[in-house]
């Protein structure tokens, strides 16, 4: 039986509604590669992200596109050379690792030659809102150890000072997602080192981010839209302490395992992200979690339902995937 692709698109309700600086969102729509041949079936999740281009009908074309080179065999190292780092690549190198672990009766982490993956705490969003919701929303959650807050632009140094007063105890991390401008910048950076924030993602456009090398960083500053893969790591220079590894953005597991080897030999932190997915999607990124510095795996905790069987959180500890899950 020759190797086969099938492909679905599942949409999955967000709990509540989930708003970042370009919007809010009350569902997300996943695309669901799965490989079959005649010893087992592989899947892999991927998330299109409008933001870099991408649509459900653009990813599945892009994955279709490539079922003739699937059912000859190919692997993940050319699967790299044929395809764009990109959501669509990602469904297909993490149906790849999971088909390969099942067929090989060995874990994926083995095959990356990884060690064993371990719980580790993931961060908690909360969306973007007044300071008066986002407050709330961190009383609510005051009880877990990682927050991360989503920020919007004007008012965020009331917006994070809300948040702080609601959580006293949480450890933040902030996510501009692009929304800040040269001329509060500053301002901004001020008030999260005043609210003891450990962390801020992306605060300014990845196209107009060089004044992030003329100013002092009194948190340190990560890299998420600005940094795809390893090709981008060298304009991060000065202007960033750390980055965001996404396997949505890497392209999969197999580029981002390179990508937090290289950051690291450059001096950079690691955080491991994800979009707004299920567990299918997050169980690939939970093999970096033990070599990050920040986790957000939070995905499946934003959602109505999620699969059966989930990856396993307990609070904000989440848990290595079971083989029936992924790999």
């Not at 997300?28 to 991927?46: S, W």
Request: net charge negative; hydrophobic share 45%; proline share 6%.
């Amino acid at each position: 039986m020759a190797r086969r692709l099938t492909l679905s698109v599942e949409r999955f309700p967000i709990a509540g509604a989930f708003t970042i600086s370009r919007g809010s969102r009350t569902e997300i729509a996943v695309v669901v590669a799965t490989l079959t041949d005649a010893n087992g079936v592989g899947r892999g999740e991927c998330v299109p992200y409008p933001r870099y281009g991408e649509s459900v009908e653009s990813v599945v074309a892009l994955i279709e596109g490539q079922a003739d080179a699937i059912g000859a065999g190919i692997g993940r190292d050319e699967l790299a050379t044929r395809m764009k780092a990109g959501a669509a690549r990602n469904a297909l190198d993490s149906a790849l690792f999971d088909l390969e672990a099942k067929l090989q009766g060995r874990r994926a982490w083995e095959i990356a030659g990884l060690a064993a993956p371990a719980p580790a705490v993931t961060a908690y969003t909360l969306s973007l809102g007044t300071p008066e919701s986002m407050g709330e929303a961190a009383r609510a959650a005051s009880h877990r150890p990682l927050l991360k807050v989503k920020l919007g632009g004007a008012g965020d140094p009331e917006r994070i000072a809300a948040v702080r007063a609601g959580a006293p105890q949480a450890r933040l991390i902030v996510d501009a997602n692009e929304a800040w401008r040269p001329e509060t910048v500053e301002a901004n950076l001020a008030a999260c080192l005043e609210a003891g924030v450990a962390l801020i993602e992306q605060p300014l456009p990845a196209d107009a981010d060089a004044l992030l090398a003329e100013i002092p960083h009194p948190v340190p500053v990560c890299a998420d839209e600005s940094l795809h893969d390893r090709a981008g790591l060298d304009a991060l220079a000065g202007r960033y302490d750390a980055i965001n590894i996404k396997l949505d953005k890497t392209g999969g597991l197999t580029e981002a395992i390179l990508l937090a080897r290289e950051a690291r030999a450059r001096g950079l932190s690691v955080m491991v992200g994800c979009m707004l997915g299920t567990s299918l999607g997050m169980a690939p990124a939970t093999l970096l979690a033990s070599q990050a510095d920040f986790v957000d795996l939070d995905g499946p905790l934003l959602l109505a339902r999620d699969r059966d069987p989930p990856l396993r959180y307990d609070g904000s500890i989440v848990h290595p995937p079971e083989a029936d899950l992924w790999g």
